[in-house]
């Protein structure tokens, strides 16, 4: 695809590196040169200086040509975003995308306005992010999960402590175990320092260890048992942060608990926010960062502790502080991705980063319309993916037992893909109406389609996908030059150059067996 970015601040450049990893065509536009720079010295795109909503820059970008164009400036600029993506759309890109930071106009009927004047699609980060975060309050075991079927099935990451009875074991006891409460789930990755493991009958289970399990949801409180884990009951929560995600999540949690306490620097915004929360949460102003400050507002009476102010750093360290003090579940909002493992070892139960789950939403709508869900998971190099299996691929000919995925022979490689399978009737692909998840979800309501829901890296989804049988291989036509989908491989693992990798590519897109 060839796709065009307007914006190299964070989310830009991250969803760049993302889509440039899948071999598209990507031009990245800015303001701002030395951001360009900066993203073109690790990061295979072309850059163009310009005002994003200027037509000659458009022109210069090739937005004519353009599959999708993705605005994504900072939050401020929205205008330049809502502007730069309708005027891509009208000079000829097929799809047009925006970021904004006016929940207003997520709306339905102002929704369908947009789309009138060309916009696709519209994304807030802040929104999407405190969705996250109010979801972690829900499930306090883990320190991520994700609903998959219309919730039929959940994929839960959990991290082993030192007391977890999992330590040591390896898979095949680990099965044996639970088989015998006829629990059925999988163990579908391990996330262990700066690897991703698709376990083997005789991976043992080590501390810190973040593990990945998909499970029917009515068997998610029993495996707790396995690993040690227990769902903390949240009646209370403390906010550090009157940034846009803390207000959001303040509102929220106001409708279902009964004390929210808010803690903000800013004294003019704490006044700001007292009168836009609704009476049952308390806004503080005061520096969360110190201990004495938050024992002052009696932390130790809450359940839960979220951190999500506009520094890393703030998050992080108040966040310890917290957890010093008893709290049983305590959140940071950690926006430098260098600082996510960096929290998970001090203590912080889970952490959330905004670019990184925008730019999944966005990766999504990059995808073939049969990928209902997408999202990136926050201190791994690890996707959870689920999409609609098309007719007489490749996929649907034998067992998944039987497909010839891409081995594993060392967990110090980097880690391939693992996919579980299930049918489901007609109305499970309905859109839901409402709900966190309904903006996650197509139409899909043939009955034949399958689900499958996947953990893979994102280096070798695109080889899992793509495969096609030798038998089913299109003719090649040898009179003029044809573009190709060949599946992606990485030249890693390869004892020598770019030639053997473009060649084992191109075999593998015939069927020939690697």
Do not use: W
Request: charged share 25%; net charge negative.
């Amino acid at each position: 695809m060839k796709i065009i970015i307007a914006g190299a601040g964070e989310v830009g450049s991250h969803l760049a590196k993302m889509l440039s990893n899948e071999a598209n065509d990507i031009t990245v536009i800015d303001e701002r040169q030395e951001r360009l720079d900066a993203l073109a010295a690790n990061t295979d795109v072309v850059t163009v200086e310009g005002n994003p909503s200027a037509i000659e820059t458009l022109h210069e970008a090739g937005v004519a040509d353009a599959d999708l164009f993705i605005a994504v400036n900072p939050s401020e600029s929205q205008d330049v975003n809502i502007v730069s993506a309708m005027l891509a759309k009208k000079m000829g890109s097929k799809k047009a995308t925006a970021r904004i930071n006016n929940e207003e106009y997520l709306s339905y009927e102002n929704k369908y306005l947009f789309t009138e004047m060309g916009i696709d699609l519209m994304f807030y980060p802040e929104k999407i992010a405190a969705g996250e975060l109010v979801d972690l309050l829900k499930r306090t075991a883990s320190s991520d999960s994700m609903d998959f079927a219309r919730g039929k099935l959940q994929v839960g990451v959990f991290k082993l402590e030192e007391d977890s009875p999992l330590i040591g074991m390896n898979m095949i006891e680990f099965s044996q175990v639970a088989a015998e409460d006829g629990q059925k789930f999988r163990v579908v990755a391990i996330a262990r320092g700066d690897d991703t493991i698709i376990p083997k009958v005789d991976t043992k289970f080590k501390y810190h260890d973040l593990v990945f399990i998909i499970s029917l949801r009515e068997g998610m409180d029993m495996l707790m048992k396995y690993i040690g884990k227990r769902n903390i009951e949240v009646n209370s929560v403390m906010i550090l942060g009157g940034s846009p995600i803390g207000e959001m999540v303040a509102k929220q949690m106001a409708k279902e608990l009964d004390s929210v306490k808010l803690i903000e620097m800013n004294k003019a915004k704490c006044l700001d926010l007292s009168e836009k929360l609704p009476s049952n949460v308390i806004v503080v102003n005061g520096d969360g960062r110190n201990s004495d400050m938050l024992l002052e507002e009696s932390i130790k009476e809450y359940d839960a502790f979220v951190a999500v102010t506009n520094n890393s750093e703030t998050n992080i360290l108040a966040c310890v502080a917290a957890k010093s003090l008893g709290i049983a579940r305590v959140i940071a909002e950690v926006e430098n991705i260098e600082y996510i493992r960096l929290a998970e070892s001090m203590g912080v139960d889970a952490v959330i980063n905004k670019k990184l789950i925008t730019a999944g939403r966005i990766f999504k709508f990059t995808l073939s319309n049969k990928v209902r869900f997408i999202k990136y998971m926050s201190g791994t190099n690890a996707e959870v993916l689920e999409y609609i299996v098309a007719p007489d691929t490749a996929i649907t000919k034998k067992p998944l037992k039987d497909m010839n995925f891409p081995s594993n022979d060392t967990e110090e490689k980097k880690p391939q893909s693992t996919e579980t399978s299930a049918e489901y009737e007609e109305n499970d692909f309905e859109v839901p109406q409402d709900g966190p998840d309904k903006d996650n979800y197509l139409n899909f309501k043939d009955p034949d389609e399958k689900t499958t829901e996947a953990v893979t890296e994102k280096a070798t989804e695109a080889v899992t996908t793509t495969a096609i049988n030798y038998d089913n291989a299109p003719e090649p036509d040898y009179k003029k030059a044809t573009y190709i989908d060949v599946p992606f491989m990485s030249q890693e693992n390869f004892p020598t150059g770019c030639e053997l990798v473009s060649t084992s590519m191109l075999l593998s897109y015939y069927g020939f067996d690697q």
